[in-house]
């Protein structure tokens, strides 16, 4: 006789965390829902959806392997996918794992949803609510060394290992040259994705894994052909490879397939069998349990209110490179649009500093923006990029995260990418026809914000800058150029 409803959502996808590690199944029944608002509420890129729904649809078939009744139900919501379930059982109690979004923890709350911990990180919210409260800003280094100390990572004696917290300065290379860069993963597909892509009307690449194995897979290759070189190359975009030696692992660990803790401990037991160099392993742990931590903690403390800053007062519209990447020659952009219209993901540097460096220095909106990347990426969810777009990417929030904005001239751009040297623009001119975008822009957001950021001691020597400008007029005429021809998709 079944005696409760366990509701696993599509990113909650772990038999050993939530609401199933508890689970039995003489007595439970396990549901998932595919809720219509999921597949066709927004324009989502297909590869996201298409890894989502495969990945929740073989995780049902293992539950139902192991002797559960399991029930996959798509519905026009999941509180009517849940309303079947209860139509077919009965009147049970429902549990789940808190969920990931405000929306999601309001409607399930409100459906009489009962909520175990979110186990899927390794800071409960309330740890990070404790840790927030104590701080007069919220510095994510500071919290990423509390993180060390706490979980005592990479820790001797209560010092950091190597005696240093970061290793920036081994780090942060630009593209190596005649660089052979090792094979990626190509992931076969079964039956199971094939209908999912029928469902979807699309044709997966072999990108991204549907399943724990595959993901075990993911991680596995990575520990033994990337992370020795991860940190170095972490900062670098080339024009040569698509991913360099970054991990792949954040859909995995964002849908469920993977938990943090086996990720740090492979990264860590690599360091340990001298397989990878301290300054890979201290970059790719701080991702792990620095940002992606402090990121989710800082999504619940901030509220729900926080998407809609718009403190720079930013409304112009989404620019329509951002949807089709032939909508510009400003090769750097059109490169990193068209990774993301193939595989649905980019890196971050790519992502902060050419996608939201573009949005934030032509005032592009922030919930435009924030909406665009929240549809386009396979490894996004509400809690990953509310703060990082509100608050990383084009400093809506007025500081709040951050202390200054990430703007910048195509100069860093020469520097870290292989794409100026092909493209129409020059990235050293900030003025004229073939004056480099960025250039022109970076310095004409300076002199739009000037008076907000001039009292930023961290940025007061960037608009101090303004002042050696004699081209200013003309830059800000090239900039207006600038913003109508990336309007129209001209430039
Ligand atoms: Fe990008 Fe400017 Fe370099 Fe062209 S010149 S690739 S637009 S940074």
Redesign the pocket.
């Known amino acids: 006789m079944h005696e409760r409803i366990l509701y696993v959502a599509h990113d909650h996808l772990n038999f050993e965390r939530g609401v199933l590690k508890d689970a039995n199944p003489a007595t439970d029944v396990v549901v998932l829902v595919e809720s219509a608002r999921m597949t066709q509420g927004r324009p989502w890129h297909k590869e996201r959806l298409f890894f989502l729904l495969s990945s929740a649809k073989h995780f049902a078939k293992m539950l139902t392997n192991q002797g559960f009744a399991v029930r996959y139900i798509q519905a026009a919501t999941t509180i009517d996918g849940l309303l079947a379930a209860r139509a077919e059982f009965g009147d049970l109690p429902i549990q789940s794992a808190e969920p990931s979004s405000f929306r999601q923890f309001a409607q399930l709350q409100q459906f009489g949803v009962k909520f175990v911990e979110n186990d899927f990180f390794l800071t409960s919210r309330n740890h990070f609510l404790m840790w927030a409260e104590k701080q007069k800003s919220f510095v994510m280094e500071n919290f990423y060394r509390a993180q060390r100390t706490r979980l005592n990572i990479l820790m001797t004696d209560g010092e950091p290992e190597g005696g240093r917290w970061n290793y920036d300065a081994e780090n942060r290379l630009p593209p190596p040259k005649n660089y052979e860069w090792p094979a990626y993963l190509e992931h076969s597909r079964d039956e199971i994705d094939m209908q999912v892509a029928k469902q979807l009307d699309c044709s997966p690449t072999a990108t991204w894994a549907t399943t724990r194995q595959g993901g075990l897979l993911q991680l596995q290759n990575f520990i033994e052909n990337h992370l020795h070189a991860f940190g170095p190359y972490e900062d670098a975009i080339a024009a040569d490879n698509w991913a360099l030696h970054h991990s792949l692992l954040s859909p995995y660990l964002n849908n469920g397939l993977l938990h943090a803790e086996e990720v740090v401990n492979a990264a860590i037991d690599a360091y340990k069998n001298g397989k990878a160099p301290i300054e890979s392993v201290e970059a790719f742990v701080r991702q792990i349990i620095g940002w992606r931590e402090y990121i989710n903690g800082m999504y619940w403390f901030l509220g729900e209110d926080y998407r809609n800053h718009n403190q720079l007062h930013a409304e112009r519209k989404l620019l329509p490179l951002f949807t089709d990447s032939s909508k510009t020659k400003?090769?750097?952009?059109r490169s990193v649009v068209s990774d993301i219209e193939k595989r649905s993901w980019t890196h971050h540097i790519p992502r902060l500093m050419v996608l939201s460096n573009l949005a934030l220095t032509t005032g592009t909106n922030p919930q435009e923006f924030l909406t665009w990347m929240r549809e386009q990426f396979i490894d996004s969810s509400d809690w990953v990029m509310v703060p990082n777009v509100i608050g990383m990417a084009v400093h809506a929030d007025g500081g709040i995260l951050m202390t200054k904005p990430y703007a910048s001239g195509?100069a860093y751009?020469?520097r870290m990418?292989q794409?100026?040297k092909s493209?129409n623009?020059?990235?050293k001119l900030r003025v004229g026809e073939n004056a480099?975008?960025?250039t022109t822009l970076y310095w004409d957001f300076l002199d739009r914000h000037k008076d907000r950021f001039v009292k930023n001691h961290r940025m007061s020597q960037q608009v101090n800058g303004l002042k050696r400008l004699t081209d200013l007029p003309e830059l800000k005429l090239r900039a207006q150029q600038v913003l109508s021809g990336l309007d129209a998709g001209t430039i």
């Open positions: 400003m090769k750097c952009v195509g751009l020469n990418t794409h100026c493209c623009y020059d990235p480099c975008p960025f």
